[in-house]
């Protein structure tokens, strides 16, 4: 069974930075594309970034400039590196992976592999 354990979430200052990992656990499965997600509280769950196997990334608007998605193969791991965070960045981050884009629109459709989320909280 596919686990995807997400880790480095927690609380930071505005304006603090936090590095997000996105790993499988006990399988070999091959992490190739991925999405990270958040979700706050009463809100629905949004893409925030995502990469594709050959490496292209997508933003969120309100994410782009600040944070930056990346993949290391060796490693089968997805990181989220969060700088110049903000209160509004508050929220369960969600790791997602091989899900697929869009062939016209670009966006990342995610696949069934969730991982169980990690809490990030940006103190005012």
């Known amino acids: 069974q596919v686990q995807l354990v997400e880790s480095g979430g927690g609380l930071v200052q505005a304006g603090g930075s936090l590095r997000l990992s996105c790993a499988t656990s006990?399988?070999?499965?091959?992490?190739?594309?991925g999405g990270w997600y958040r979700q706050a509280p009463g809100a629905r769950r949004e893409l925030v970034a995502a990469i594709s196997s050959e490496g292209r990334t997508n933003y969120d608007a309100s994410v782009k400039g600040r944070f930056t998605i990346s993949r290391d193969n060796a490693k089968n791991t997805v990181y989220l590196q969060m700088n110049s965070l903000q209160p509004e960045d508050t929220a369960v981050y969600y790791c997602?992976?091989?899900?697929?884009?869009?062939?016209?629109?670009?966006?990342?459709?995610?696949?069934?592999?969730w991982g169980q989320g990690t809490q990030v909280t940006v103190s005012s």
């Open positions: 006990g399988s070999t499965f091959s992490i190739n594309s």
């Open positions: 997602n992976a091989n899900g697929r884009f869009a062939y016209y629109s670009g966006e990342y459709l995610p696949s069934g592999y």
